[in-house]
C-alpha cells in the first residue's frame, strides 16, 4: 500500500503515461517510415492534442477526487487510445492521410514522418529525464541521505 501511494504521487503517474504514450508512438512512426515506398500504403498515427487532453482531463479529476497531488490517473478511453488487458494504455492509430496520393497510391510524406519522429523523440527525452529526477528524489529520501 506505502508503495503505490509513493508512485501514484506528484507527476509521476503522468510522466509515466507519457512515456509509454511515446515510446509506442515512436514505434507507429518507424513502421511509417519503413513503409514509405509500399504501394498503397497509408501511415497512421495518433493525435498527440488527444493524448494531451485525456491527460489533462485525468489530472484535474485527480486533483478535484484526492484534493490534491495524489492517487491514481483515472484516464478515459478515446477512439485512439485504449485500455488494454493490463489495463495499460495502448494506441489504436487511424489513417493520417494528410498528403496528395502518389501513382502508386501511397500517402508518402518522408519530410512530415522525421519531423514527427524528432518532435517524438523529444518529448520521450524529457519524460524520461523527468521521471529518472523524481525516483532519484525518492532513492535520496528513502536512503536518508542528503
Do not use: C, Y
Request: charged share 35%; no cysteine; hydrophobic share 40%.
Amino acid at each position: 500500500m506505502f508503495i503505490s501511494e509513493i508512485t501514484n504521487a506528484d507527476a509521476i503517474p503522468s510522466l509515466a503515461k507519457t512515456l509509454r504514450f511515446a515510446g509506442q508512438r515512436q514505434n507507429l512512426i518507424a513502421h511509417n517510415i519503413a513503409n514509405i515506398s509500399t504501394p498503397d500504403f497509408r501511415p497512421v498515427d495518433v493525435s498527440t492534442d488527444g493524448f494531451r487532453k485525456v491527460l489533462g482531463d485525468a489530472i484535474d479529476r485527480r486533483r478535484a477526487r484526492h484534493d490534491g497531488v495524489r492517487g491514481e490517473l483515472d484516464w478515459r478511453e478515446t477512439r485512439e487510445l485504449r485500455r488494454g488487458r493490463d489495463g495499460e494504455m495502448r494506441l489504436a492509430p487511424q489513417p493520417a492521410g494528410r498528403n496528395i496520393l502518389f501513382h502508386d497510391k501511397n500517402d508518402r510524406d518522408l519530410e512530415r514522418q522525421i519531423q514527427d519522429l524528432v518532435e517524438n523523440s523529444a518529448v520521450h527525452r524529457m519524460a524520461a529525464d523527468l521521471l529518472k529526477s523524481r525516483f532519484d528524489l525518492l532513492r535520496t529520501a528513502i536512503s536518508e541521505r542528503v
